[in-house]
């Protein structure tokens, strides 16, 4: 996705997918949104920013069914994984591209 704000622009790379087979925040898919800070600095650009996220269709409460310790919410929306079932998620994405 590309959001062109003035001279500013957001790439954002986007990955719908279900989460019944990562369930950990260190995994490499959900850690994509750190690693990506240094292809953006690699750039050499100061007007383009780069991001990713994860829009996970699994719903955080079925994520951990049946487990006993789980990540919170909050510490997956940290890493930039948003539950589709959230009516939010739509705003916390663009707060977060936005900053």
Do not use: C
């Amino acid at each position: 996705m590309w959001v062109k704000n003035g001279k500013r622009q957001q790439i954002v790379f986007l990955d719908p997918k279900g989460l019944e087979h990562i369930k950990r925040l260190d995994h490499e898919k959900i850690q994509l949104f750190k690693s990506i800070k240094s292809l953006e600095s690699d750039l050499g650009k100061v007007n383009i920013s780069l991001h990713s996220f994860i829009l996970s269709k699994t719903s955080y409460e079925n994520l951990f069914k049946g487990m006993e310790e789980a990540d919170s919410r909050e510490e997956f929306e940290a890493n930039h994984v948003l539950f589709l079932d959230d009516q939010e998620w739509p705003k916390k994405f663009f707060r977060e591209i936005l900053k």
